[in-house]
DNA sequence: CTATGTGCAAATCTTTTGCAGGCTA
DNA sequence: TAGCCTGCAAAAGATTTGCACATAG
């Protein structure tokens, strides 16, 4: 029998040591609740908790989502100087932004591969590889 | 006989349809005057202009670089969402961003290839293709 | 009980903007 | 001269932080 949605989000948030409190879950449960990948901004996960009842403070948003970032549940990127967006998959893929919306998303090919990728200078290892196709109204 | 760097710099600027003022000449001769690629933040542009001696006031950097970029002169990159870098290589290319000294820099791999790369989605078109390779001590 | 986590407001940091005066074409 | 530029200070937007209170283990 499959776990239900509470435990899958208790779960997350264990694997991270990361103690399972109320804004916390709610957080969560809007990020990986439904097994989803998903991107958001601080501003949209506030918006979404606002809309579903949540009560969960911006600054605690931002607290939150850094800090899973440094437990190593969910991944930050840059693809906007302007703010910061996450993302609840955790392998290394790329995306697309859609410049006019502001909007970050998958992009839909597995088969995307870079080949000839310079070696790490001495002292050094890739922390990782971001590629970002950026989408602009044709 | 080659351009002298005066000549150079006057010339780039006119390409951008942008007058030569006292303040873009001394930023322009920093950015380009040498022939050399470069990577610069407004800020660090704006301690090289004081290094030298050249008198521009931190908001004329960010509007001077924005203008350059808007005149299709250099790109914006974004690495890190807290501040724009700005290159003066304008061909599309892969970066190296040094995660501990918040450095950006060229990837010296010329054969980097990306292959499989998905098609736009309908109706829009690939505007860029950000290539950055984050670097952190091994 | 003790270490963490939270909320609020204030602080910080980067970048943009309004406006008065200056300069290029 | 007309329009584009510049500088300064103030504004704006995103994110962080200080501190007192609340809560998980």
Redesign the interface.
Known sequence: MAMDGHSVVTSWLARGNLRPTRQRLALATLLVGDGENRHVTAESLYAMSTATGDRVSLATVYNTLRAFVEAGLIN?V????A??YFDTRMDDH?H?Y??DSHTLTD???E????????A??E????????????????
Chains 1, 2 share one sequence.
């Open positions: 930050e840059v693809v906007d100087g703010r910061s790329p697309f859609w410049e992009a839909p090919a088969e995307v591969v870079i080949s000839g990728l310079p790490a200078p002292g050094m290892q890739v922390s990782r590889v971001d590629v970002v196709i950026r989408l602009r109204r044709a």
